[in-house]
């Protein structure tokens, strides 16, 4: 019987492409066999890189930032100012000029015609716009998603009910139908806005989520998954849903400034927050008949109302971006 033949343990250094660094070979009597290596790095997914994009995004970082400080502002208010902002001293009236140097004190931005401090109402106006924005923007994206994706996967009569379900909500002018609702309610509250808001504007969201589950649907995954025997919900949730939710995130991102504006104006037009909750509409409103001799009571909750608007958009945009792998 032939004697086994040896074996030389011999390593040497070869570059095999994809690998991080040269990896051991065994050489056999002039054969070479490649000993399993480091497993390649795993493959980073559409979200991974889109948070690798946006850090490195200056107008997403400076957004992030002033949205971060306008959300601490509409938590705790308390924070940044200590004066009360339905407190009126008439002493204080409105021609008294912004003290610009005494930082953050009741005074620095001036005082209203009731004698309110006009930096304390526009911190606590924060709250408001903030509260009555993100509520809408969620409300809108978890039914305005439901509705397209449940249009977008199951197609036939139930696409065609839920589509001119959205046409119709989406022919009535959105401000308008907005106004008649609140109209009809003697008080109205964040709540109260949100409900109206929120009402007629989950249609953009819903078409947008339907052609994207139309198009998500017909991937090669979804058919194997569907091969395999999974079931309709566990598709929708582990496979379409994730792959399909990117551009409604974009434009639920957008359309959150979008709702700041809409309670703004439907406050500045007084059909919006009713007293004693204070809005940067409503401050407006007041503040436009003194433009002439106290401009600074209109000018600042207006800075601060298009600050605000602007920072949601530039987030939008920057998302929009980094999650649109035509953009790169």
Same mark, same amino acid.
């Given at each position: 019987?032939?004697?086994?033949?040896?074996?030389? %343990?011999?390593?040497?250094?070869?570059?095999?492409?994809?690998?991080?660094? !040269?990896?051991?070979?065994?050489?056999?009597?002039?054969? $070479?066999?490649?000993?399993?290596?480091?497993?390649?790095?795993?493959?980073?997914?559409?979200?991974?890189?889109?948070?690798?994009?946006?850090?490195?995004?200056?107008?997403?970082?400076?957004?992030?930032?002033?949205?971060?400080?306008?959300?601490?502002?509409?938590?705790?208010?308390?924070?940044?100012?200590?004066?009360?902002?339905? %407190?009126?001293?008439?002493?204080?009236?409105?021609?008294?000029?912004? #003290?610009?140097?005494?930082?953050?004190? !009741?005074?620095?931005?001036?005082?209203?015609? #009731?004698?309110?401090?006009?930096?304390?109402?526009?911190?606590?106006? $924060?709250?408001?716009?903030?509260?009555?924005?993100?509520?809408? $923007?969620?409300?809108?994206? =978890?039914?305005?998603?439901?509705?397209?994706?449940?249009?977008?996967?199951?197609?036939?009569?139930?696409?065609?009910?839920?589509?001119?379900?959205?046409?119709?909500?989406?022919? *009535?002018?959105?401000?308008?139908?907005?106004?008649?609702?609140? =109209?009809?309610?003697?008080?109205?509250?964040?709540?109260?806005?949100?409900?109206?808001?929120?009402?007629?504007?989950?249609?953009?969201?819903?078409?947008?989520?339907?052609?994207?589950?139309?198009?998500?649907?017909?991937? &090669?995954?979804?058919?194997?998954?569907?091969?395999?025997?999974?079931?309709?919900?566990?598709?929708?949730?582990?496979?379409?849903?994730?792959?399909? *939710?990117? !551009? @409604?995130?974009? =434009?639920?991102?957008?359309?959150?400034?979008?709702?700041?504006?809409?309670? %703004?104006?439907?406050?500045?037009?007084?059909?919006?927050?009713?007293?004693?909750?204070?809005?940067?509409?409503?401050?407006?409103?007041?503040? #436009?008949?003194?433009?002439?001799? %106290?401009?600074?009571?209109?000018?600042?909750?207006?800075?601060?109302?298009? *600050?605000?608007?602007?920072?949601?958009?530039?987030?939008? &945009?920057? @998302?929009?971006?980094?999650? &649109?792998?035509?953009?790169?």
């Amino acid at each position: 019987m032939p004697e086994p033949k040896e074996v030389k %343990a011999a390593t040497n250094d070869v570059a095999i492409p994809d690998q991080a660094g !040269p990896v051991p070979v065994a050489v056999v009597e002039g054969a $070479t066999v490649v000993e399993a290596g480091p497993a390649p790095g795993r493959p980073r997914s559409l979200w991974t890189d889109a948070w690798h994009d946006l850090r490195r995004k200056p107008s997403f970082v400076i957004s992030a930032l002033i949205i971060l400080v306008l959300l601490v502002m509409a938590a705790f208010p308390g924070l940044f100012t200590s004066a009360s902002p339905r %407190a009126g001293d008439l002493s204080n009236f409105y021609l008294q000029e912004p #003290q610009l140097t005494h930082f953050f004190s !009741p005074e620095w931005l001036g005082y209203n015609q #009731q004698g309110q401090s006009v930096y304390a109402r526009m911190i606590y106006g $924060t709250r408001a716009s903030i509260i009555i924005g993100i509520s809408v $923007t969620a409300i809108v994206f =978890v039914f305005g998603s439901l509705v397209g994706m449940l249009a977008g996967y199951f197609g036939g009569v139930l696409d065609t009910l839920l589509s001119r379900l959205t046409d119709i909500f989406m022919g *009535i002018p959105f401000l308008l139908g907005t106004m008649v609702i609140l =109209v009809s309610f003697d008080t109205r509250t964040e709540w109260t806005v949100t409900f109206a808001l929120a009402f007629l504007g989950w249609t953009t969201i819903a078409r947008v989520m339907r052609g994207s589950v139309i198009s998500v649907k017909q991937s &090669d995954y979804v058919a194997a998954a569907r091969s395999l025997g999974a079931g309709t919900w566990r598709i929708l949730l582990r496979h379409i849903l994730p792959n399909a *939710i990117a !551009p @409604v995130i974009v =434009v639920a991102t957008i359309a959150l400034g979008g709702y700041i504006t809409s309670e %703004a104006v439907l406050s500045y037009l007084g059909i919006g927050l009713s007293e004693p909750a204070i809005s940067w509409g409503g401050d407006i409103n007041r503040a #436009q008949d003194q433009i002439r001799v %106290a401009e600074h009571i209109l000018l600042y909750p207006s800075i601060l109302l298009s *600050i605000t608007i602007l920072s949601f958009l530039m987030l939008g &945009d920057a @998302v929009r971006d980094a999650l &649109d792998p035509k953009l790169r």
